[in-house]
């Protein structure tokens, strides 16, 4: 088993020889080590996964030693994650499927680590998609009227199903501030334009009206700015005036799918730490 | 030698078969045919490229021909050029160096069929460029209080010189409506960030600022509203948080000469059509 | 309804204008229109898409009639389809089951028109892919002895069930030469790497060893010599010196999947026309 | 002033914190650490650079004590630059500029951090870029006859302007291994595909009758087996049906004189560790 250690503190000498020293001392086996250095905002970041095999310390008294020994001396945030542990994700959906099907795909055919015990979805139509993978599905309307309280039925729900995280797969729905608190940084949104160019509805129909060459996608963590959090992940695809605004989504969709599963294999290999609006994506 | 005819009218049955029937007809060989239907607009755009050698119609009485026969039938709007005609160029500079070294490598080394007379600066840093590849350089530095003047030398100048189009190689100056009414769809500048996003000064400040991860270039005509002309071209390279503003501005320069440079190309090839705030780019 | 014309001849003059006369002469609208000439091997190729709304001649004479007119005078190779035919695709596979559902899942969710009717596999593993997607699917284990007989079984169910083209969703066998002859340039396979580098087994392996810093997919129609036949797509990865065969793999899939769905959705749109040993894709 | 430290070895426990203490002790503030562990070949990379201010080993002893301290103990190939050491470099070419210019642009406009005193060509051609540069040129024709003294005065006189390494820009001929083994992993080829496909004279040519949908380049280390060294950096580029020789040779160099750059400029950050056959690049 490996334990994996995410963090950031403020930038100052000798911490990666005191980490790496800790690890070594007690008979870990580092496997991957990344660091980086914000020189702006003066702040060390570090993903550390070792071997546990021959560690001397007991797995589940890692945090307490780490926290006592560096992490309180150098002011670190930081996350501890063990190899065993399969995170829990749950898929917010509207009535498009093909990014759904791009991630149950991966999920159905062991190319992900994950469990995906729950699909939710304000419309009925991708129940079919949700009983084809055996997966349970929440039909959940949303109105202007019963937002807050449908809101706080899915929060029950993501509790009792133990959900990790949420993957919003072109989810057409806002979400409101009190839910996102419960799932900072853990929430992961697509959004259909090379942001922050098109923020907003419609971005491929402003993308036509503006005659870009490219057209783009963006995979984010969610924040109580729309469409402004941290961008996990982007790409871009070239169009040319041939296109229609309804090629324009058809191009758009291959985009979409593999820019949102590429940012969620990635915060399941813990490799994303979100710091202020930004992300450090080791790879 | 060849002529080639760029045109768009409203879209109309017939219109394709009338001017290829015209070419044929009188021993023209088509050698490129290239057609676009924009169907929101309804609007017929084509390029036509055919050799002259067998032609019946003389050279000179080709366009008096054309305008009588089509294109006041078809209320067409259109440009005839021919193979001998070598475009004359401006390029407009200030202090960075990349995209102009970039253009007058293709130039000296005649991988374009171009005529480079004319290089204007606001300022002398890269009087010693123009000095190397033999081209006048006019130093012409702008203030608020002289603009309507310098710009009025400038306009003499490029007539003086015959130049058909101009170059804003990093040229760190608005130009005024005035100006541009002088060469409409004929001034291309190149835009440091991925259009429409990071519009105004300093795209890669702002780009870091938001933690994308792509940055872009683009180039367009230049028209009365800022960094908002028909695009002709656009490109994005992989960046990540490794990268500060500094690394930024480095790799977007490869980005901004290879983007200005094709294009320049393409204008050059007569295969940029503009309607309206677009462009259609034959291949 | 429309009708596509999808054809190649020599080249000569006046064969544009022909099929353009034709086609608007007898009431015809048309609505795309592709053509290119091969300079080298002087060949003329033309997809034309047309409005059979107002057409005068009728759908089941115009291929006679195009036939007697044209097709004869100038030596053209051509096919004729109509819009509201659609394609019956039959689904090969193995054991990995990224490409399929990538196709499945357009096939469900009415992105592609086509019809799949029947997946063929060596291997029991993906029956339960065809379970989700209720699609019929036939185990046919090849063996060095009962090949033969096994692909004339193939052969015959591909009949009974109507199959127009066949996709190779990395099924791990060679198809014999036999087989192909009844399929020509209607098998269409997904290599996994940038042919014609790593041609054959383990291409993965191959460029993991020669150190390349891109691996590629490449889809193509299946001819006798082994992956050799003319390239309908292909694309690249960026790969670095931390990817390991696994991790290549793992990247290399999702490469694979758009890959290989590109080319199917342009052989769907009858927009590829192969000629000797490559093709013309329009787009 | 900063110290960058090349390093590789069998891969042990403690290296890191062994090298990072080291650093750390004798009061280095590390400003960049890259480490790859390449666990085929069980070997371990590492890139260190580290600013030398207030660092007690005086530079000149900095290499022998960590020769004594460590490299002895585990076994390490390493090399020890300083910032303030500027690389001298000479670029052989032919009769193509568009890399040369490239390079020189760059140079020229203090974007790389190297001295290009020497240019040397197999032909006069590009005399006059030397000259536009104020760069000494040496026309050296190579003949099968004269190659052995050619290359004999190539080798005396790059000793005599100090040259650190070689790029070759698009030179036409094949370096002996006697003039190999005085620069390894120190000279810089383009080759004009995406090897190893396409190996050897005219691949351009051989491209278009494969019919390939990207063409590429590879900037590698020159080994004594052509066009089979180490790859530093490749990149493609998207072609078509219409492209013919004409045109890829065109967007080739595009591509040829981009892919060059990167990898000569990775070389100058001292960024490249070559290993057998393959590179890591740090970034």
Redesign the interface.
Known sequence: MNAILLMHCPDQ??I??AV??FI?VNGG???Y?N??????EHVF?MRIEWNLDSFSIPKDRIAEYFETLYAARFSMVYSLHFSDQIPRMAIFVSK???CI??ML??Y??N?WVVEVPLIISNHPDLQIIAD??GIDFQLIPITKENKAEQEQFELDLLKKYKIDFIVLARYMQVISDQFIDHYPNRIINIHHS?????VGAKPYHAAFE?????I?ATSHYVTKDLDAG???????V?I???D?VRTLV?KG??LEK?VL?RAVEKHLQRKVLAYK?????F?
Chains 1, 2, 3, 4 share one sequence.
């Open positions: 000498q000798g990666l020889a790496t020293n070594n086996n580092i496997l080590l660091q980086h250095v914000d020189n702006e970041f498009m499927s093909h099907y791009d795909a991966r159905a055919s190319e084809r993978f090379f942001l922050p160019a098109f503006r005659g870009v060459k490219l783009g941290p961008i996990i992940e982007q790409d871009v070239r040319s005036h041939k229609n058809h969709q291959d593999i599963s609006n930004k992300t450090v994506v790879n």
